[in-house]
């Protein structure tokens, strides 16, 4: 299976100014009540396809004391066969498509300018076609679920203003992995505890053009399983985001406008156990993801859509032409 899981940040480079002041209750439950709204259901998965998401999100750097909350949305439909590092024929691979919408909303809170806490909370819906291999009738199947929850440390004291950060924490096992129609390369949830280790750092070259900047942000994060069970451990992810943005500030009535253009190296190795496909779990891949995010006050939205530029699978591997990644957050 082709997989790909934080969301750590990048960031918009406008400090968020004294984000310590307390904004008016109105504003806020006017802003949980567009998130509510706009929520079809509260997501994320991480069992297949999902790890880099992880990387290259561009809202969510805290630029001082105070929370965020935010909403997220992506897309994967994986139903292109790979084999090594091309496209093989469809014949080669019982499965045939794996379809997923990844939801979640999550929360993060800085104590002050160095310690916080992040939290997420993910839910998915996925369809998966694939050959029965023992009758070799196809099977078409969906299902819904709560995938497997991070809740993660941040420490962002190493200077000032906040621009260098590292999170550690866990990803819990409490997506669902027992689905019977489903391998358990596919399933929603992993079925493990995982460590995770992440860390960011942005950096600012001024232009002279006005008070215009150009910047460029780094992170990594690190999925390592620790407890595993029913005898499937997934493999180990890595990925590593380097991107730039331009900081257009205020165009019309929008606070800001960023156009971004990141570039991710995603890993991961193969799965193992009885109950693992190791011949065909794990891979390496390179994204160009452009993208823009814009804000609204305390209301910032960020999309981009990543085109893999290589890909090398393991095995035969359904792989997607192409990745959609939202976040839309509110700063309180």
């Not at 006017?30 to 396809?49: K, M």
């Not at 590092?85 to 499965?95: F, G, L, V």
């Not at 929850?149 to 992995?177: H, N, P, Q």
């Not at 489903?182 to 079925?191: A, N």
């Amino acid at each position: 299976m082709d997989r790909v899981d934080f969301r750590v940040l990048a960031c918009s480079p406008n400090d968020r100014g004294a984000r310590g002041r307390a904004r008016s209750l109105g504003s806020l439950l006017l802003a949980i009540a567009l998130l509510i709204a706009i929520t079809p259901a509260f997501s994320w998965a991480c069992a297949c396809g999902c790890d880099v998401f992880q990387v290259g999100t561009s809202s969510l750097i805290p630029r001082g004391m105070g929370g965020t909350i935010f909403f997220t949305y992506d897309f994967s439909d994986q139903h292109e066969n790979w084999h090594d590092d091309h496209k093989a024929p469809k014949a080669d691979n019982d499965d045939k498509i794996v379809r997923s919408h990844f939801f979640s909303i999550g929360a993060q809170y800085m104590f002050s300018r160095s310690w916080g806490v992040m939290a997420e909370l993910p839910y998915t819906q996925r369809y998966f076609k694939t050959v029965d291999e023992d009758t070799g009738d196809l099977g078409r199947f969906s299902h819904s679920a709560i995938g497997d929850v991070r809740v993660e440390a941040m420490y962002t004291g190493f200077s000032d203003d906040m621009t260098t950060g590292v999170l550690s924490g866990i990803k819990f096992a409490s997506g669902d992995f027992t689905n019977k129609n489903f391998d358990r390369d596919t399933s929603i949830g992993s079925g493990s505890t995982d460590l995770l280790l992440d860390g960011y750092h942005l950096g600012k070259l001024p232009l002279v053009w006005r008070d215009r900047s150009f910047h460029w942000y780094g992170q990594a994060n690190l999925q390592q399983p620790i407890w595993t069970q029913d005898h499937y451990q997934p493999g180990t992810a890595f990925n590593v985001a380097l991107g730039a943005l331009y900081d257009f500030g205020q165009v019309g009535v929008l606070d800001g406008i960023a156009p971004i253009l990141t570039m991710i190296n995603s890993f991961r190795s193969s799965d193992h156990g009885s109950n693992a496909d190791t011949d065909n779990t794990g891979y390496e891949r390179i994204f160009l993801a452009p993208g823009a995010e814009v804000r609204k006050g305390p209301v910032r939205f960020y999309a981009d859509i990543e085109f893999p530029v290589f890909q090398h699978v393991t095995g035969n591997q359904v792989v997607a032409p192409f990745l959609l990644k939202t976040v839309l957050s509110y700063d309180f």
